[in-house]
């Protein structure tokens, strides 16, 4: 209601978020949609290095598995652990990293524990490396069950990574369905467990979705791409 009687403009970060708001009674006519942009990490060698020590990573001799969300219920966490514990079983070199911290922090170490999958799942909290720390996965995954356009699949896409993400909010406008990784439905333990099983077995497919990931990005999340498209719309309204 404010934004339809005072704003000039609105911008929404995704194609489903414009829909929604619509669908809520936004007026179209005030509704600019701009995708979020991040920007093209630049690594420290010496950073992803001490972070490798500091959570006992080694990319030559493992397969890292990783993730970057808040803790939370809406990021689907728990369905992630449930699926990496069925691949791992037979695959000791196999790891889980989650960075990122919140109120489920205590419940989903113990469902890691329960799992038998505490001393290959590494929560590393708050990471203010988080590129760098990223830079170890072998792909990445977004098991969210609410999301708009999210910040870290697209740096995850920046950084040359395959993804598997839930088919919720702009996910799918992010992830191209078997080119640049794999939609996948929320919720859904098992299909999520397949999809990584299926990467786990086809390193050179990995490579393939994480070069057309990284195009993708450059097309629609760069950062440059979004501030030049927001600072053309205000620029039509400062004339």
Known sequence: LFANLWATMVICVCQTEYELLVKFGMNPAKLQMIYNGVPTPTLDRSKIDSLAQQFNLDPTTQTI????????????????????????????????????VGELEHQLKQQAQDLGIATRTIFAGYVNDLPELMSLFNFFV?????????????????????????????????????????????????????????????????????RNG??????????????????????QFLI
Request: charged share 25%.
């Open 65 to 100: 598995i990783g993730t970057a969300a808040r803790l939370s219920e809406a990021k689907g966490l728990t369905y992630l652990l449930q699926a990496f514990a069925r691949v791992a079983k037979d695959q000791p070199n196999l790891r889980l990293v989650i960075a990122g």
């Open 142 to 210: 977004l098991p969210s069950l609410q999301e708009a356009c999210s910040l870290a699949c697209a740096e995850a896409m920046a950084q040359q990574k395959a993804v598997i993400g839930t088919t919720i909010g702009g996910i799918v406008e992010q992830i191209a369905d078997e080119k640049t990784g794999f939609l996948i439905p929320p919720q859904d333990v098992d299909t999520l467990a397949e999809k990584m099983q299926y990467l786990l077995d086809r390193p050179d497919l990995v490579n393939e979705f994480a």
């Open 214 to 235: 990284r195009q993708r990005y450059e097309e629609y999340f760069a950062l440059d791409r979004m501030l030049i498209q927001t600072e053309n719309l205000y620029s």
